[in-house]
C-alpha cells in the first residue's frame, strides 16, 4: 500500500508577528536573526519610525553601520521626536568618533526628554571625545544618580579621570566594568578575593579578563606579588603560556583547577588594590623574556639599516576597532627611507591585507610563522623597532624593551591619557598620537620624519660584491618577463632582488613599473619612493609622478613633473605625460599644448594623439576630436578586426551592406546606436553584431536590417565593416552631429511592463534606482565607482524607495552591508538589457555613477543623475548637462569631495526635481 504524503500548508507570517518577534530577538540581542525577520517586511519597517528604529540597532549590533545610519536616519525623518532612535543614532556616531554630530542628536533628545539616563551617558561620552571634561562629568554623575545600578554612567566616569591622570579616582569607578554581562570571569562560590592582606607564605590566583593586550600589560604584577612571598598562580590562555613569566613561586597553566587558593583576584585588580598611579607603575622592563629555541627572522638585506616590525588592525571584535586599526596601505610609504625593512607581525584575517595591496614583495610577512605569542617575542626580538596600532603587539614588545612607537586614536583607551608622546607603562615606548578623529594621514607624516631622523646616523650593513652581481641578474631576468608582459614573473624576481640587497635603485624602480602595471598604486608608489630617495634620476622620479597621477594626487604629480621638466632635455613621454596630469586637473587647453608638443618630438606617440582625441572631444571639437579617436587602432591593447570586409572609410553606401561591430562596452554600444539612421539615409543594408544581453532591445530597433549575436557571422555578404564607435566620426562627415538631437531612440517592451509593475509598485513618494559601480573589468572603473554605503544616506528620505539595479560581484554589496530592507534588488530579474529597461521605465529616476545604465537610461528618456568621478569620461564634455541625452543631468565630484557628499547632493536635487515633476502632473 502507498503511503500518502502529508499536506502541508506554508506558514505566512503577517509583518505585526514579524516585527514582534523582531523586538523580542533584539532584547535577546540575537541581532542576526533580528534582521532577518525585519528584512522580510520591508513595506511596513520603511513606514514606520518605531520598525526602522529596530532596524537600526539590529544593524548596529551587526556592525552594519552605513545601512544603520540611514535606517536610524529615516526613523528619525518620520519622528524627529523618537528618543531612541536618537539615542541609536548617537550611539552609531560614537563608534565612528564623530562626536560633534553624537553630540547634537544625543543633546536634541536631552532636550526633548530630560533625565533619561541612557541619554546622558552616551552624551557624556560624547562630550568626553569633544574632551569637554566638566560637562562630561555632570551628565556622567547625572545619569549615575538616576540609575544607580547600571555601571556605564561609571565606566564613562573611569574614562574620565584615567584621562586626566587621576588614577586614584578613576579605579573605584572602574570596579563598575564587574556588572556587565559575562565581562569578568566570576570566582567560583567560596573564593575570597583579594583586597590587599599580606600574602607571605600566602597563595593567590592571578586571572585575566580583557584581551591579550591587557594581560601582557598586568603581567608585570606577578612577579611582584612572587617577591613578597606569595605563590602565585596564573591562569594562562595558551597562546600566551610561553612568554609568561614562570619561577619558584610563579606557575602559569591553563586549563581547570580544583585546587583552592588563599585569595583570587583579576590581574587589573592588582593594579587597583596597590593604588598604582603614574608615578608609581612598576617599570622594571623587561619583565617579560623570549622563550629559548624560538625561529628568529631570515637574513636582513644586505645594506639594511633598520629592521621594523609593523601591525596595522587588532581584533575586529574590540569595541574601539574602527577608531584604532588603520589601513595596512598608509605603512607602504615609509619604505622611502633607505635601508629600512618592513616586517608584518599582523595575525587574523588582516594579515591579506599585503596580498591584495600587491605588496607582497615589499613587506615580509611574518603571519605563516606566528603560531603563538612566544613567536612574535622571538621575531620582535630581532627587530630594530616595532611600529603598531594599539593592539597586544604594542604590549608585548613594551614588555620585552624592545622600542616601540605606538599609533594612538584621538579618543584613546584610558592606559594611555592625553598629550604626551610617552606612557609610565613603557619606557620604551613612543606615543604617535591623532590631532583629531580619523585623521591618520599626518600621524604617518610624522612616522616617516621621525624614521628618516632615527636612520640618517646609522651605517647600511655591507653589501658584498656577490650578492649585488645575483641581484643584477634578478633584474635582468625581471626585465625580459616585464617586456614579456608576465608580470608575476618580473613581480617575483624582482621581490628576491630586494630580499637580497636593501638598496638597489633599479630593482625597484623595474618593481614599481610591474606593480603599476597590475595597478596596484599604493604599492608601487612605495617601490618608486624607494627608488628616488637611492638615486633621484628622471626616470624613478618620472614613474612616481605617474603613479600619483593615478592615485589622483595631482598637485605632488605636477610638483615632481615641474621639476623634471625644469631639468630635463624636452622628451616627448614626459612631456606626454605632463599632459595627463593636466587633463585630469580641468586643464584642457594646457594640455592639449602639452600633447601638441609631445607629437612635435615624436610624431609616432600614438598614448599622446589617443588622450589628445578624448580632451579635444571633451572640449567639444568634434572634427579634431573624431579624426584623432581612430589612432586608437594603433594602441598596444587595441583590439583586432574580422576579415570579412574592407573598413569603411567613407565609400558611397547606396545598396552597398554594412557590417557594424561593438567594439568596447555595452554603455558605448548603446550610446552608438543613434548614428545608425546616418548609415540608412546614405541607403545602406544595415547589419549589427551586438553582445547578446542586448540582442532582445534591439530587435524592436528600426534601423537595423540584420541583428546578430557578437562574434558570429553576418547572415548576408557585407561589403564594408565599421566599429560601433568609429561612426560618430562618419556621421559628423556626413553632417550630423547627433542624429536623434538628444531624444530618447529606444523603448521598452511593453510585454514586460506587468513583470516591472509587480517588482516596483506604486508609492506615494518617488521609486528611484541606484547603481554605485560599473564594469570591474573596465580599467577606469576605480575612478568612477563609488561604494554601496554612499548611496545608503539616499533611504533616509521617508519620501523615497530605493531599487538597486547593481548587477556583477558589487551586487551582492548589498547582502555584506545587510542592506536588504533599506534597498529593493532587481539584480535577479536584470537577465538583459530589454528587462532592464522595462524596470527603468517603472522607476521615476535613477542616481547612479557613470556605467552603460546612464546610456540605456538616457536612450530611454529616463531621468537619470549622472554622478561623475574625478576623471570623468569624455563623452560628459564640461557641463551639467549632456548633448547626447536630453534626460541626463551630470553631477560632478569636486577634487577632495567624498563620495557621499556629492551623491547626497545628486540625490536632494532628483527628489526635489522628480517631486516639482510629479505634483505639476497632478
Known amino acids: 500500500m502507498r503511503r500518502r504524503t502529508p499536506r502541508t500548508t506554508p506558514v505566512i507570517r503577517r509583518p505585526a508577528d514579524l516585527i514582534a518577534g523582531a523586538a523580542t530577538l533584539l532584547r535577546e540581542r540575537a541581532f542576526d536573526r533580528a534582521v532577518a525577520l525585519l528584512e522580510q517586511a520591508p513595506g511596513a519597517v520603511m513606514g514606520g519610525a518605531a520598525e526602522l528604529t529596530l532596524l537600526g540597532e539590529g544593524l548596529l549590533g551587526l556592525d552594519c553601520d552605513a545601512s544603520a545610519g540611514a535606517a536610524l536616519g529615516r526613523a528619525l525623518a518620520l519622528d524627529p521626536g523618537s528618543i531612541s532612535a536618537r539615542l541609536a543614532l548617537g550611539r552609531l556616531l560614537l563608534r565612528r568618533s564623530r562626536f560633534a554630530e553624537a553630540a547634537a542628536i544625543l543633546g536634541e533628545a536631552d532636550r526633548l526628554l530630560p533625565d533619561t539616563p541612557d541619554v546622558l551617558t552616551a552624551l557624556g561620552q560624547a562630550m568626553l571625545g569633544l574632551r569637554r571634561f ?30 586626566k591622570g587621576d588614577w586614584r579616582t578613576a579605579f573605584p569607578y572602574y570596579r563598575r566594568r564587574r556588572a556587565l554581562p559575562n565581562a569578568v570571569p566570576a570566582p567560583r562560590p567560596g573564593d575570597r578575593v583579594w583586597a590587599g592582606e599580606p600574602l607571605s607564605g600566602r597563595s593567590i590566583l592571578l586571572y585575566g579578563e580583557q584581551g591579550r593586550g591587557d594581560m601582557i600589560q598586568f603581567l608585570r604584577f606577578a612577579p611582584i606579588l612572587a617577591a613578597n612571598g606569595a605563590e602565585v598562580a596564573i591562569v594562562c590562555p595558551p597562546d600566551l603560556m610561553p612568554i609568561a613569566p614562570a619561577g619558584p613561586l610563579l606557575i602559569p597553566f591553563w586549563g581547570p583547577t580544583r585546587r583552592r587558593f588563599d585569595f583570587v583576584s583579576s590581574l587589573i585588580d592588582v593594579a587597583d588594590v596597590l593604588g598604582v598611579t603614574a608615578e608609581t607603575v612598576p617599570a622594571a622592563i623587561p619583565y617579560l623574556k623570549v622563550p629559548e629555541r624560538r625561529g628568529g627572522l631570515p637574513p636582513a638585506p644586505a645594506g639594511t639599516r633598520l629592521r621594523v616590525a609593523i601591525c596595522w588592525a587588532g581584533s575586529a571584535a574590540h569595541s574601539n576597532d574602527l577608531a584604532r586599526s588603520v589601513p595596512f596601505e598608509l605603512f607602504l610609504p615609509l619604505l622611502g627611507c633607505p635601508g629600512l625593512e618592513l616586517i608584518s607581525v599582523q595575525v587574523g584575517p588582516r594579515a591579506a591585507d599585503i596580498a591584495a595591496a600587491g605588496a607582497t614583495q615589499l613587506v615580509l610577512d611574518l603571519s605563516p610563522r606566528l603560531g603563538d605569542f612566544g613567536d612574535t617575542a622571538a621575531m620582535l626580538a630581532e627587530t630594530d623597532l616595532v611600529i603598531s596600532v594599539d593592539t597586544s603587539v604594542v604590549h608585548l614588545a613594551g614588555a620585552l624593551g624592545r622600542p616601540v612607537w605606538t599609533l594612538i586614536p584621538y579618543h584613546p583607551d584610558w592606559r594611555w591619557g592625553l598629550g604626551s608622546t610617552a606612557t609610565p607603562w613603557y619606557p620604551t615606548m613612543r606615543l604617535f598620537r591623532q590631532s583629531e578623529p580619523r585623521a591618520w594621514e599626518p600621524v604617518f607624516t610624522a612616522l616617516r620624519a621621525a624614521l628618516e631622523t632615527l636612520a640618517a646616523p646609522l651605517a647600511p650593513r655591507p653589501v658584498p660584491e656577490i650578492l649585488l652581481a645575483e641581484a643584477e641578474r634578478l633584474n635582468n631576468q625581471a626585465l625580459g618577463e616585464l617586456k614579456a608582459e608576465r608580470l608575476d614573473a618580473a613581480c617575483e624576481r624582482l621581490g628576491q632582488g630586494v630580499r637580497s640587497v636593501a638598496d638597489v635603485a633599479k630593482i625597484w624602480n623595474n618593481l614599481g613599473v610591474a606593480l603599476r602595471k597590475r595597478r596596484h598604486f599604493p604599492a608601487a608608489e612605495a617601490a618608486f619612493l624607494r627608488a628616488v630617495a637611492i638615486e633621484p634620476s628622471p626616470g624613478p622620479i618620472g614613474n612616481l609622478a605617474n603613479t600619483l597621477t593615478d592615485l589622483g594626487r595631482m598637485d605632488e604629480a605636477r610638483r615632481l613633473q615641474d621639476r623634471l621638466l625644469a631639468a630635463c632635455p624636452p622628451e616627448s613621454s614626459s612631456i606626454y605625460n605632463y599632459g595627463i596630469t593636466l ?9 592639449l599644448r602639452a600633447f601638441d608638443r609631445a607629437l612635435e618630438l615624436d610624431p609616432a606617440n600614438c598614448d599622446a594623439r589617443w588622450d589628445r582625441s578624448h580632451e579635444l572631444l571633451r572640449l567639444g571639437r568634434w572634427g579634431e576630436g573624431w579624426r584623432d579617436y581612430e589612432i586608437r587602432w594603433s594602441l598596444p591593447d587595441a583590439g583586432t578586426l574580422g576579415a570579412c570586409a574592407p573598413m569603411w572609410s567613407g565609400q558611397a553606401l547606396t545598396g552597398r551592406t554594412i557590417l557594424v561591430i561593438p567594439e568596447q562596452g555595452f554603455g558605448d554600444t548603446v550610446f552608438a546606436l543613434r548614428f545608425l539612421p546616418v548609415l540608412k539615409r546614405l541607403g545602406a543594408c544595415v547589419v549589427v553584431q551586438a553582445q547578446p544581453e ?79 559601480s560599473g564594469s570591474l573589468t573596465f580599467r577606469g572603473n576605480a575612478y568612477r565607482r563609488a561604494d554601496l554605503a554612499d548611496f545608503l544616506p539616499l533611504a533616509r528620505d521617508p519620501r523615497v524607495r530605493l531599487f538597486s539595479l547593481q548587477k556583477g560581484p558589487v551586487a551582492e554589496d548589498l547582502y555584506r552591508l545587510r542592506a536588504g530592507a533599506l534597498v529593493t534588488s532587481l539584480d535577479s530579474l536584470m537577465t538583459d538589457f530589454d528587462m532592464t529597461a522595462a524596470l527603468l521605465a517603472r522607476l521615476d529616476g535613477i542616481v547612479m555613477t557613470d556605467s552603460s545604465v546612464v546610456h540605456l537610461a538616457g536612450a530611454l528618456g529616463r531621468p537619470v543623475w549622472a554622478v561623475l568621478g574625478e576623471r570623468p569620461y569624455w563623452l560628459w564634455g564640461l557641463g551639467e548637462r549632456t548633448s547626447w541625452y536630453d534626460s541626463v543631468r551630470l553631477v560632478r565630484r569636486a577634487p577632495s569631495e567624498r563620495w557621499d557628499a556629492v551623491i547626497a547632493r545628486a540625490g536632494q536635487d532628483a527628489v526635489e526635481t522628480l517631486l516639482q515633476a510629479k505634483a505639476r502632473l497632478g
Open 134 to 163: 566638566d560637562v562630561a562629568e555632570a551628565l556622567l554623575r547625572r545619569a549615575a544618580a538616576l540609575r544607580p545600578y547600571d555601571p556605564w554612567p561609571s565606566l564613562g566616569l573611569a574614562l574620565l579621570f584615567f584621562l
Open 583 to 591: 587633463k585630469n586637473q580641468g586643464e584642457g587647453e594646457a594640455a
Open 694 to 772: 542586448l540582442l532582445r532591445l534591439l530587435a524592436r530597433f528600426p534601423w537595423i536590417d540584420h541583428l546578430v549575436p557578437k562574434g558570429c557571422p553576418p547572415p548576408v555578404p557585407v561589403d564594408f565593416q565599421t566599429t560601433g564607435m568609429s561612426l560618430p566620426g562618419h556621421s559628423l562627415a556626413a553632417g550630423y552631429h547627433d542624429p536623434v538631437g538628444g531624444k530618447p531612440y529606444l523603448s521598452p517592451d511593453p510585454a514586460l511592463a506587468t513583470i516591472a509593475a509587480a517588482a516596483i509598485p506604486p508609492t506615494p513618494g518617488l521609486n528611484i534606482g541606484i547603481v554605485w
